[in-house]
């Protein structure tokens, strides 16, 4: 069985990818993937801190993963 951080770990990643494709806004991300299923098994505080923290910093994140980018 999945934990609930796991769970809003596994919905953070689907923000992060939709976020990269369609570029929308931590809320509209949020509230999309709160009407996914499984999203009542989440840790809906811990996945709103994961998504929005990780869009707060993506350009600072991006500088810092670029280097490895070729491996």
Do not use: V
């Not at 910093?57 to 070729?70: G, Q, S, Y």
């Amino acid at each position: 069985m999945r934990s609930a951080r796991r769970r809003s770990r596994e919905l953070a990643l689907q923000g992060l990818y939709a976020w990269q494709l369609a570029g929308d806004n931590a809320a509209d991300l949020r509230s999309r993937l709160a009407e996914s299923r499984g999203f009542g098994k989440a840790d809906g505080e811990y996945f709103t801190r994961l998504l929005q923290g990780t869009l707060a910093h993506a350009e600072a994140l991006e500088k810092l993963i670029e280097p490895a980018l070729d491996r």
